[in-house]
């Protein structure tokens, strides 16, 4: 713990409200046994000392005091207060939630040394029960239907397009020439040539791609449309706008047949069909029950927030907003390369999301400590293995995982959180509610 007097200030700031959490205690250090102290770092120091004219240990000490008595005097004084301060709080028996602050008490005293301590404390609360929330658990069966529409979308993904002698239809590949004007002038981004886009899509705003609907290859036509008042480029939203289109090229879609070349492209080497659906099935399978376990986990989390409005620590709350600070920057770094690893960014935009964070993750500790939910050896193990069996050599991503201790901490965090869902779930009133397989999956083709 750092309890330097003059560099440990508290990180509170605009992002976070003051806590109700802070606490104050008053301390003392008593001058003599600090100066004995100073006097025995002196000492050490002194034996090690190298300075020009005098042989290695032999500096005298009042030059050794000249040169370390600073250096000496902080680390002691330091050292003292962190002292003072940890048996102060041992013997109240309070949790301290991240630094002390020290601020020094200016008094008449002779003998010590008076300082305050300003920190928080962990809040003390008993996490409420669930009994009076109702939790709805999605069910979904995995069956034809759902493989059948799962292996659609597969086939969607690797759709391929070609030439069509036709007027231009909801999912046809398009490429135009277009030309925008407002008032009759050319207007920036309004132009393009040899623009390729899928109808039906959402590449172009609705009236645009209704407006090139129905087009055969060389056809053109001049019509009016209004940007939406929400669109992104000011200066034209809520704008009339005329437009010049002229249609190039009309392609088809053609989606791949469900057999031997099609199941290679999926992984399958021998191309067996039966081999890729069995595959696909027990893929779906697995994330069908991943998302359902999602779904109520999520319900969970926010019926325990809800339930334990618990004040929190600032200081918590500031070293999550620094960490979401820093995932932000690296993420942005990724995507956008070194330059954007100094993107300004406020403190701020995360409060919120650092305060739910730090609440529910102290909610959590308090219902696995008095509920024992802690994960079990063969609770971490199962999971690693259902992670395992997406890929290819299962085996091996089991011993990855058992390699390094951190990695197998974000399975016993997974396996503590399945645990706290599952004494949930025995205390709440549940009611089972069959959800849509298209609705779970996120699936919105076009």
Not at 137 to 148: H, N, P, W
Not at 343 to 356: C, D, G, I, L, V
């Amino acid at each position: 713990m750092e309890t330097n007097v003059e560099t440990n200030a508290s990180n509170a700031t605009e992002a976070v409200p003051p806590s109700a959490l802070e606490r104050r205690l008053d301390l003392a250090v008593a001058i003599a046994d600090l100066d004995k102290e100073i006097e025995q770092r002196l000492k050490r120091l002194g034996k090690n000392a190298k300075m020009p004219g005098f042989r290695p240990g032999k500096v005298p000490a009042s030059i050794v005091k000249q040169q370390y008595g600073a250096q000496a005097h902080n680390e002691a004084m330091n050292e003292a207060i962190e002292r003072a301060f940890s048996d102060a709080v041992r013997s109240q028996q309070l949790r301290v939630a991240g630094y002390p602050r020290i601020e020094a008490k200016q008094t008449e005293s002779t003998t010590h040394i008076e300082f305050s301590a300003v920190f928080e404390v962990y809040p003390e609360f008993t996490v409420a029960d669930l009994k009076d929330v109702e939790l709805e658990r999605a069910q979904l069966e995995v069956g034809a239907a759902e493989l059948d529409s799962t292996l659609d979308v597969l086939r969607k993904q690797r759709v391929s397009y070609e030439p069509v002698d036709r007027a231009a239809a909801a999912g046809d590949k398009v490429t135009i020439d277009f030309l925008g004007k407002k008032d009759g002038e050319p207007f920036q981004g309004g132009q393009a040539h040899d623009y390729p886009f899928v109808l039906g899509q959402g590449a172009m705003l609705a009236d645009f791609e209704q407006a090139v609907t129905g087009l055969k290859a060389g056809e053109a036509k001049t019509f009016e449309m209004t940007f939406p008042e929400d669109y992104f480029a000011k200066d034209l939203a809520g704008q009339k706008v005329s437009f010049e289109v002229t249609v190039k090229e009309v392609r088809e879609p053609i989606l791949p047949e469900i057999d031997e070349a099609f199941a290679k492209t999926l992984g399958v080497g021998d191309g067996s069909v039966e081999k890729m659906r069995s595959e696909i099935e027990a893929n779906l399978k697995r994330e069908v029950k991943k998302r359902l376990q999602s779904k109520v986990k999520d319900q969970v989390m926010e019926a325990l927030l809800k339930a334990n409005p618990i004040d929190v620590p600032n200081a918590l709350v500031e070293m999550e907003i620094e960490r979401l600070m820093n995932a932000a920057r690296a993420d942005m770094e990724q995507r956008g390369g070194a330059k954007m690893k100094d993107f300004p960014m406020k403190r701020e935009w995360f409060a919120e999301q650092a305060k739910r964070r730090v609440t529910l993750g102290l909610v959590l500790s308090e219902a696995v400590k008095v509920n024992q939910l802690h994960a079990k050896p063969e609770q971490i193990k199962t999971i690693v293995e259902e992670a395992a069996q997406s890929y290819e050599h299962p085996e091996e991503v089991v011993r990855w995982y058992y390699a390094q201790p951190q990695r197998l901490a974000e399975i016993e965090g997974v396996a503590i959180e399945d645990n706290v869902v599952a004494w949930a779930l025995s205390t709440a009133k549940v009611v089972d509610k069959p959800v849509a397989f298209d609705e779970l999956m996120g699936q919105q083709q076009g």
